[in-house]
C-alpha cells in the first residue's frame, strides 16, 4: 500500500475524465486518458444471440484509438435513439465509467448514454402534473425477507382522498430491479403526460423486484418457468399487500400487468395461469420461446385450448417488441399466429429500429397504458 | 469495429467478475481477472485533504498483486465498519466496478462496500413498521428547472390523515445528490427504528437535491458560501412546496435542518440567517474554515454577535464529527470553544474511528433526531 499520497496527481486525473459527448447527428464520441493502457474499447450491453448481438449504440465492441498524449477516442456512427448501456472495456477488463450513472441489479452493473429522438418528447418531464413514485417496503413470509416496490401514484391521488384507482403491475427485465421502470424507463413522466393530456386513466403504477432470492443466495438467473416464488409473491403478498395499503380498485377490472423481457416471462407465467386477478396483460420484447415452452396444449396451464374464456377474461392481450430484436420480433409473429389460429385474440406493435433496450419498452408503455381500464368506463 | 460477437468469451469474461468479499475480521478482499494490464489497484475515495487522506477503508491506495492466470488480488487490513467507496484504478485509469451499486452524482460516481459494525443495528432493516420515501419533483422558477426531492414520511402519516407533523430538512454533500441519504444512509431505516422505539418524534424527513444549476450547465463544486439559488430555493420554493404538499406543521419550532459535509455548509449559511425558519441545526462533519469564513464578527449575518437571540431561538445547535476525519475533528472543536466563549450554546458529539464517510453521519443522524422537537411538547 503507498503511503503517499498524491493530490495533485489526483486532481489531475479527475480533470482528465469525459463523459460520452452526444453529438447532433446520434453519434456519441467517447474519450478517455489512458496513457499506460494497451487497447481501450466500449461494448455496448445487450449483445444477447435473441438481440443478434445488436444494441442501438452500435453491433459488437468499439475500438477506441489512442493519440500521442495517451488520450483515447472515437466517435461512433449515429446511433438509434434511446438509453443504451455500455461498458468500457480497458485492457480486457469490463468496467463502469465514473463519470455515468450505474444501471441494473445485483447481477452487474452498467454505464448509460441517452440518444434524443427528434420530435419525440413523451417521456420527457414536462409542465404538467407530476405523480409521485413512493418506495414501499413490505415483508415477504415467502422468502423471509424484506423487499422494496416502487409505487407510482398520479399527480391527483393525494387530493381525491375518497376516489379509488386501477392498478398496473409493470415488471423490469432480467439484469434489472424495481428502480429500472422510473430511473431507465421513465415510466413515471409517461404516465404524467399521458394523463394529463387524458389520453390515459389515472392509474397506480406498482413496479416490484423481480427476483426472489432467501436471504445470503444470490439471485436467480432469469429462467423458463420462473421461479414459482415470483408467482406466489405477486398473487399472495404484493397484491393483497397493495390493496391493503392504497386507494385501489380490487377488483381483476381494474388491474393489469405488463412486463419487459423476463418481466414479460413472469407477466405470461403469473397472468395466463391467474385470469381472476387480471382482465389485461402486456407482452414487452418476449425472448423465443421454443415449442416446448410455448405449447398451445400444455403451456400456462393449458389455457390456450380455453380460447373462448381467455378471449372473456383478458380484454387486452397486448404483444409488442422493436423491429431490430430480430430473433424477439419473429418469435412473437410466430407465436401471435399460432394463437390467432385458434382463435385467441391480441394486440401485436411493432417499434421500427429500435433494439432490446428501453426506447422499446418506453414505447411498449406508452402505447400500452392508454388502452387499459376503458372496458371500465361504462360501469 | 469488431463485427464478430464472441459469446464465450463475454459469457467467460462474466464468470471471471468478483465482487469484494467482507471477511469476518472487517478486511475486504479484492479479486479482479485482468491478464493484460500492467497494474490493477484500489483507491479508496474521501481522501480529501482535510480528512488526511482516510477512508475507513484504507489511507493511499491499495497494489494488487497478479497470479500466473492474471488474477489480481489483495485482501486489505481490517476496516473501519461503515460504507466506503472506492475506485478500481486499471493501468492508472479511475473505473469503477461492474459488480458494485455505484454512488455519487453527475460529479462522478464510484463503488461501496459495506463493513458492518458488531453490535451496531440502528441502521439495519428491521422488523418494525416502515415508513414510505416519495420522489416529490417540483418546479423552481429560480432555476427554470424540475427539481426532485425525496421525502420520508413516518409509518403511521397515512393511518392518521388528520395528524400534522414536524419537518428536519437533511442535506446531503459535494459529490452526492437527493438520493444519497436514503441510498447510502439508510435514514428512513434509522428514523424507522427510532420511532418505533419511541426514541424519536415521528417527523417528515425532507432530502432535496443539493445543487442549483440552471439548464445546461453542469454542476457547482462545492463552494464557501453556497451559490445564492440554494438558499432561495429552499426559503422560498422547497419549504413552501413541502408545506403546501404534506400534512406539515408550517411553524419553525416545528421545522429543522441538518446536512453534511457541503449540506452542514449551507445548512449554517441558510440557517442562521434564516431563524425565523427554522429551530434546530445539526452540522455534520463541517469541513475546516479559515478565519474569514468562520468569523464571530461578521460570519452568517453577524448572527453571533447576539449569542442570546441565538440561544433563545435554536433549542438545538448540534456539531458532530468522526475523530478519524482529523481535520474536520479539530476545526470543529475550535470554532466551537470560540462560540462557547461568547456564550453560544451548541452541542458537540463525536464518533471515534470513523472518518468523512457514511457511518459518521448515519451515527450523526441517529444521535441527533432523536432530541428534535422535544421542545414542542408541552404545547
Redesign the interface.
Known amino acids: ?5 498524491d ?1 495533485n496527481k ?1 486532481a489531475h ?2 480533470m482528465e ?1 469525459y463523459p460520452p459527448m452526444v453529438n447532433l447527428d446520434g453519434s456519441v464520441t467517447f474519450k ?8 481501450v474499447q466500449i461494448e455496448p450491453l445487450n ?1 444477447q ?1 435473441e438481440n443478434n ?1 445488436y444494441n442501438g449504440l ?6 477506441l484509438t489512442r493519440d500521442d498524449s495517451g488520450m483515447w477516442s472515437i466517435t461512433t456512427p449515429p446511433a438509434v435513439p434511446g438509453l443504451h448501456t455500455y ?2 472495456v ?13 444501471y ?1 441489479s445485483q447481477i ?3 454505464c448509460g448514454v441517452e440518444i434524443p429522438e427528434p420530435g419525440v418528447n413523451f417521456y420527457d ?1 414536462k ?1 404538467v402534473p ?1 405523480g ?6 413490505y ?1 415477504s413470509k415467502i422468502t423471509n425477507m ?1 423487499r422494496r416496490a416502487y409505487v407510482y401514484f398520479p399527480a391527483e391521488y ?1 387530493a381525491n ?1 375518497e376516489k379509488r384507482y386501477p392498478v398496473l403491475i409493470l415488471r423490469h427485465g432480467g439484469g434489472e430491479d424495481e428502480t429500472g421502470w ?1 430511473e431507465q424507463g421513465r415510466a ?1 413522466f409517461i404516465l404524467d403526460n399521458l394523463i394529463a393530456e387524458n389520453k390515459a386513466v389515472p392509474m397506480i403504477v406498482v413496479m416490484d423486484w423481480g427476483q426472489a432470492p432467501v436471504p445470503g443466495m444470490r439471485v436467480h438467473i432469469p429462467s423458463t418457468p420462473p421461479p414459482q416464488e415470483i408467482i406466489d409473491i405477486t398473487i399472495n403478498e404484493l397484491i393483497p399487500m397493495i390493496d391493503a ?1 392504497y386507494r385501489t380498485i380490487p377488483d381483476r377490472e381494474y388491474r393489469a400487468m405488463a412486463g419487459l423481457s423476463m418481466g414479460s416471462v413472469q407477466t405470461l407465467y403469473i397472468g395466463l395461469q391467474n385470469l381472476d386477478y387480471f382482465s389485461a396483460l402486456g407482452i414487452f420484447s418476449r425472448r423465443p420461446m421454443d415449442e416446448n415452452e410455448f405449447n398451445l396444449e400444455h403451456s400456462f396451464g393449458g389455457v390456450f385450448q380455453r380460447p373462448e374464456e381467455l378471449n372473456r377474461k383478458l380484454h387486452l392481450f397486448w404483444w409488442g417488441a422493436g423491429t431490430a430484436e430480430e430473433g424477439i420480433y419473429y418469435g412473437v409473429k410466430k407465436n401471435l399466429s399460432e394463437l390467432a389460429s385458434v382463435g385467441i385474440n391480441s394486440v401485436f406493435v411493432e417499434f421500427p429500429g429500435t433494439a432490446h433496450e428501453w426506447q422499446t419498452w418506453r414505447k411498449s408503455l406508452h402505447d400500452f397504458a392508454p388502452r387499459l381500464f376503458r372496458w371500465t368506463e361504462a360501469k
Chains 1, 2 share one sequence.
Open positions: 500500500m503507498q503511503e503517499t499520497f493530490m489526483q486525473m479527475r475524465k478517455l486518458k489512458a496513457p499506460l493502457a494497451h487497447s449483445g444471440p448481438g452500435g453491433r459488437g465492441i468499439y475500438d461498458w468500457l480497458v485492457d480486457g477488463v469490463r468496467v463502469n465509467d465514473t463519470t455515468s450513472k450505474t441494473g452487474m452493473q452498467a418531464i409542465n407530476h409521485e413514485v413512493r418506495m414501499k417496503w415483508y424484506w393525494d382522498p422510473v413515471n395499503s
